[in-house]
């Protein structure tokens, strides 16, 4: 009995400390993972998140399920712990590429949305809408999700690990929820699964909203929460070298000034700080199944934070569907 109520789980970042948050209530947790939350390297995505709480377009109704799980989660948060490092700010989404909101599966969701009227749209945008959202630092809400799932009983365990065997031998559990994110390929098997880089900057200001653009480009400014400044992207690229792009530095102001009102004209680009991390990335998305003793919960790309505490409940549900099915 004490062994089926253990479970290991590789991985600290958020899709992995979100699952043990979800888990450690009812289960003897024990994380393993190479880097922990403080920890400031490249081999892994959580630290270097912008990181924002805006809906992902999807059809896939699992997924937004999960989204919704996940932002019920926050929204709570954010109001019951500022020290956690989530905070509610108003955004606005533009687009160009849609020119209605026939997709915006959230506008239910997510509180004050409203239409933009078209003649306040700015250059190169066909839609734009405000909402209510949320973002998160992610210096404070790592370290912060590790401290109460100490008090909370989940040992972690510092360790590079190359088979979900030796997390089992680490953790005695049989049941191993693999949230490794980028993971190491030796781990087996997905080939599908690799480093989507991303850079941005961050910039001290006051400016205190959440300004987006989604379609043919991808640019935002993001909020960090008792930091005095915001983050500035984005980028997708197949790069992997962890070099910064001066050019991009420039691009990014340029796209960013476009969709403030010029917000940032005359800032200096050479006095930011220069972000490069790496996204977990997996052709077909999102991953979370269950196979055998093994629950995958990986390739949450540019929106592990979106779905964490989504991925985290679907989790426990496939753990304990199982469970019951095991009982009869
Ligand atoms: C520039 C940038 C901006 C972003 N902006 C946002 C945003 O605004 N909103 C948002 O939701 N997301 C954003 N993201 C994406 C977000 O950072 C990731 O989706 C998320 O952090 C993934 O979390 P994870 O826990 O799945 O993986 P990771 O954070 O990569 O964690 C993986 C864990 O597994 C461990 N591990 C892996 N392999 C091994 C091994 N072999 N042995 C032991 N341990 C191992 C690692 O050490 C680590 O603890 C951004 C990412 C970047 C780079
Ligand atoms: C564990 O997850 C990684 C992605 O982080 C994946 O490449 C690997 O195949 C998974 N391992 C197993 C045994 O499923």
Partial sequence: MAQSKAIGILGAGIT????????????????????LPGDLGLDWASPWAGAVFHPQKTPN???????????????????????????????TEYFDTIH???????????PDYRI?????????????????????????????????LIVKGVKFVRAEVFSLDEVRVITKAKLVVNASGVGARVLAGDESVGPVRGQTMFVKTDFNELVMKEGTEYTYVI?????????MGGIKSDRLDSEVDVELKSDILMRVNRITNGAFEGLDISTVTDIVGFRPGRKGGLRVEREGD???????????YIYSFGVAERVKKLIEESVLRAKL
Avoid at 61 to 79: E, G, N, P, S, V
Avoid at 294 to 304: D, I, R
């Fill in 294 to 304: 093994v629950v995958h919960a990986y390739g949450v790309e540019g929106a592990g």
């Fill in 16 to 35: 992995g400390l979100a699952t043990a948050y979800v888990l450690s209530s009812k289960y003897k947790v024990t994380i393993v993972a190479r880097d």
């Fill in 116 to 148: 933009i009227p078209a003649g306040e749209l700015p250059a190169r945008t066909t839609f734009g809408i405000k909402y209510t959202a949320l973002a998160m630092n992610p210096s404070m809400l790592l370290p912060w999700l590790k401290a109460k």
């Fill in 100 to 110: 209605d909101d026939s997709e915006i599966w959230y506008k239910t969701l997510m």
């Fill in 61 to 91: 109704k699992l997924w937004q399920d999960m989204q919704i799980a996940c932002f019920r989660f926050y929204w709570a948060l954010a109001h019951n712990d500022p020290s956690s490092g989530v905070k509610v700010y108003p955004m």
């Fill in 223 to 231: 909020p960090r929460a008792d930091s005095g400044g915001v983050i």
